[in-house]
């Protein structure tokens, strides 16, 4: 019995040393957003499957006895698709969604639903941080007006996509000082997240609250329906050394 860890986070790389260790029968797959990724322990498989059919067609032929889904928060269409043909083939599946942020203390946070609303609330002639990656870069294009810095890990291949924005090229993780000085230097007025939850990333959270900087949390899209879900490492690997052979 073969278990597919759908990775992508900091979570599931923890979750793929620890079935690794355990030698555990499993493969894990990597969407490949981003170029010259951290290699896993698992056996990993690069690339997008080719939509839900793709996805069956891989999963049959590998022999995937179970999933364990721990992309990233945000990957709602995947966790959808997923949750859905694990449903229709007979698979047990588990979703592991990491605890989302809460605001502490002097944290200055606004919730908003979608990226586009960001320009309701930031006034003309500030600058923003985008902590939210490339993918949905265009969504900002509002922000007319506003000096928009976008900071992703690989290297721009094309432009800035709008006026008045510049990329800023950096691999995570980064240390609460590293943001304190970067948004210092830069002049950062507003930052914008996605609410994707764990500590690593927090940090960029606890120099804005340091700095006193506003920030616009995007909130969550809901999770798969009727799917069974984990905010916990360690029982997301014990569901998976249950569901999967280990080697002898």
């Known amino acids: 019995?073969?278990?597919?860890?759908?990775?992508?986070?900091?979570?599931?790389?923890?979750?793929?040393?620890?079935?690794?260790?355990?030698?555990?029968d499993a493969v894990a797959s990597l969407a490949g957003v981003t170029q010259r990724a951290i290699p896993l322990p698992l056996p990993t498989r690069v690339g997008g499957f080719g939509g839900r059919d793709g996805f069956i067609a891989y999963v049959k032929d590998a022999g995937i006895t179970a999933v364990l889904d721990a992309t990233h928060p945000f990957a709602d269409q995947i966790s959808a698709r997923t949750s859905a043909v694990c449903a229709e083939l007979g698979l047990p599946y588990l979703y592991h969604l990491r605890a989302p942020w809460l605001p502490e203390g002097d944290d200055n946070w606004r919730e908003i639903a979608r990226e586009e609303d960001a320009a309701a609330l930031i006034p003309q002639g500030k600058t923003v941080f985008l902590g939210t990656g490339r993918q949905t870069l265009d969504r900002f294009a509002n922000l007319k007006g506003r000096r928009v810095i976008c900071r992703q890990i690989d290297p721009p291949t094309a432009p800035f996509p709008f006026e008045g924005g510049k990329f800023l090229i950096g691999r995570p993780p980064f240390s609460v000082d590293h943001e304190i000085d970067i948004f210092a230097a830069l002049g950062i007025d507003w930052i914008v997240v996605?609410?994707?939850?764990?500590?690593?990333?927090?940090?960029?959270l606890t120099a804005a609250r340091e700095l006193g900087i506003p920030v616009l949390m995007i909130r969550?899209?809901?999770?798969?329906?009727?799917?069974?879900?984990?905010?916990?490492?360690?029982?997301?690997?014990?569901?998976?050394?249950?569901?999967?052979r280990v080697r002898i």
């Open 194 to 204: 996605k609410n994707a939850g764990g500590e690593a990333s927090r940090t960029k």
């Open 1 to 24: 019995m073969t278990i597919l860890l759908l990775a992508g986070t900091g979570d599931a790389r923890q979750i793929a040393a620890a079935l690794e260790q355990a030698g555990a």
């Open 220 to 244: 969550r899209p809901p999770p798969p329906e009727a799917a069974q879900i984990t905010d916990s490492v360690t029982a997301a690997v014990d569901w998976a050394l249950a569901q999967c």
